[in-house]
């Protein structure tokens, strides 16, 4: 499932008031440190899609030489959105989806931020909460 003229909001319980990047945890980057830094290397390149297979690849470090083979069973399984990615949840990021569904980071405390949640021409959607309430 791929995002197309679409703002995640930061969740309304993000912790930070300004983004940041995402911490290592010990010696390991994770799934949000992935993101962040593709993200960040490669604005509107990734589809949501692309973007989480390409950190799936990465993140469980599997050969290049399986790739094929990971693609069909990652894509038959069902994940989360973006929506549920720890860069709305936690470091407050918000993250643009082009016409073309390709994905931007949007730090919350940017003027850009501001006014890309009051776009009309845009679907505006919440970061999941990290919290039931």
Known sequence: M???N?????SEDCPVEES???????????????EYEMLKEKPAHYTQD????EV????????ESDRDEELSKFL?????CMRASALPKRYGY???????GKAELVPVES???????TRKDLQIVKGMRSKRN
């Open 2 to 4: 791929n995002y197309y």
């Open 111 to 117: 003027d850009k931020y501001k006014q890309m949640q």
């Open 76 to 80: 038959a399984k069902s994940r989360a």
């Open 94 to 100: 918000g993250i643009y989806f082009d016409q073309e």
């Open 56 to 63: 799936h690849m990465r993140h469980k470090e599997i050969a």
């Open 50 to 53: 692309e973007l989480q297979f």
């Open 6 to 10: 679409t703002f995640i909001l930061v």
């Open 20 to 34: 940041k990047a995402p911490e290592l945890n010990g010696k390991k980057k994770t799934v949000a440190a992935y």
